[in-house]
């Protein structure tokens, strides 16, 4: 057998495809500016390895040894949608009590973690001005709460 014939074996662990019953997604508002999407998303991602240790992952390092810290140990799925569907997706959330991260409009004038607690903290629920929401949960948990919405492009 030649060096580049592959056999039908089972894969090993360490080579067998890995499938995560569980799902990352943000869901962005689709009117947002470029810039405006990248925050937005790596703010709201990073609230969830704060309080989901399971979804982060190893830390890395390279061929020289240098180390570098852990990442998610999953793909993100970045999505977009209207403010209703945004709406529509924040009620999905809380009803099924998943772990979330919001991002309001108001933030983009804010400068620093405190005020932008303070900025949430002074809206009710039901009248916050989303922009983004990040969700971890079971697969089709997730899937349900970002119904409606499209992959961003």
């Given at each position: 057998m030649s060096d580049t014939t592959r056999t039908t074996e089972t894969p090993t662990?360490?080579?067998a495809p890995v499938r995560f019953d569980t799902k990352i997604a943000v869901l962005l508002r689709e009117d947002?500016?470029?810039?405006?999407?990248?925050?937005?998303?790596?703010?709201?991602?990073?609230?969830?390895?704060?309080?989901?240790?399971e979804v982060i992952g190893e830390p890395y390092e390279d061929g020289d040894g240098v180390r570098y810290l852990p990442m998610f140990r999953q793909p993100v799925l970045v999505f977009e949608g209207t403010k209703e569907t945004?709406?529509?997706?924040?009620?999905?959330?809380?009803?099924?009590?998943?772990?979330?991260?919001?991002?309001?409009?108001?933030?983009?004038a804010t400068g620093n973690?405190?005020?932008?607690?303070?900025?949430v903290r002074a809206v009710p629920?039901?009248?916050?001005?989303?922009?983004?929401?990040?969700?971890y949960?079971?697969?089709?948990?997730?899937?349900?709460?970002?119904?409606g919405a499209r992959m961003h492009p």
């Open positions: 662990p360490d080579e947002l500016e470029p810039w405006q999407r990248l925050n937005v998303t790596a703010f709201l991602v990073s609230g969830l390895g704060t309080q989901v240790p945004l709406t529509t997706a924040h009620a999905r959330v809380l009803s099924r009590s998943l772990p979330r991260a919001v991002f309001t409009s108001d933030l983009f973690d405190r005020d932008n607690r303070a900025a629920t039901g009248e916050l001005d989303l922009v983004g929401l990040a969700v949960g079971p697969r089709n948990a997730v899937d349900k709460v970002v119904k």
